[in-house]
């Protein structure tokens, strides 16, 4: 079916009573008929033809409006598709990220700077252990850094 371009409840009545209608009232004219009933005739077929095409306007206005939503619906599902895509595409990234980097993601532990100095065993064994020398593992236990801390002090 062809589309309506325009609006018919827009659409005027013509006057049939005007002189470029005398023509068509003349050929309704007859002893039944007067000229008032055969320009009534012709408004009432005017009339029921532009209700018909008012009902096809309408019907055409709804099918247009479910065809809009329709599309605005794919368009809305295509959108959301692409948009979890790149997050997804985003989360891998990431993933690969923190997998090549482990160390560039490791957590850091919310503790304060230190107060006190780090407790290192004495000078004498630190040295023995950059010449990759023998070192009793004494100097590493809590009394022998005790006892590296004492003399330090003194």
């Given at each position: 079916m062809p589309r309506i371009r325009n609006d018919p409840n827009l659409n005027i009545c013509p006057d049939y009573a005007a002189d470029v209608f005398e023509n068509?009232?003349?050929?309704?004219?007859?002893e039944n008929t007067t000229?008032?009933?055969a320009m009534?005739?012709?408004?009432?077929i005017w009339e029921a033809n532009n209700n018909?095409?008012?009902?096809?306007?309408?019907?055409?206005?709804?099918?247009?409006?479910?065809q809009r939503e329709h599309r605005e619906r794919l368009d809305e599902d295509e959108q959301e598709r692409l948009s979890q895509e790149r997050i997804d595409e985003?989360?891998?990234?990431?993933?690969?990220?923190?997998?090549?980097?482990k160390h560039k993601y490791t957590p850091i532990l919310e503790t304060g700077i230190p107060n006190e100095p780090a407790i290192t065993p004495c000078s004498y064994v630190l040295r023995k252990l950059d010449k990759g020398e023998y070192v009793e593992l004494w100097y590493f236990t809590n009394d022998g850094l005790d006892e590296a801390s004492i003399k330090k002090n003194h």
């Amino acid at each position: 079916m062809p589309r309506i371009r325009n609006d018919p409840n827009l659409n005027i009545c013509p006057d049939y009573a005007a002189d470029v209608f005398e023509n068509i009232r003349a050929q309704l004219v007859n002893e039944n008929t007067t000229e008032a009933q055969a320009m009534q005739l012709l408004r009432n077929i005017w009339e029921a033809n532009n209700n018909a095409v008012k009902v096809l306007w309408q019907q055409q206005l709804d099918d247009d409006r479910e065809q809009r939503e329709h599309r605005e619906r794919l368009d809305e599902d295509e959108q959301e598709r692409l948009s979890q895509e790149r997050i997804d595409e985003e989360e891998a990234a990431r993933k690969e990220e923190k997998k090549k980097n482990k160390h560039k993601y490791t957590p850091i532990l919310e503790t304060g700077i230190p107060n006190e100095p780090a407790i290192t065993p004495c000078s004498y064994v630190l040295r023995k252990l950059d010449k990759g020398e023998y070192v009793e593992l004494w100097y590493f236990t809590n009394d022998g850094l005790d006892e590296a801390s004492i003399k330090k002090n003194h």
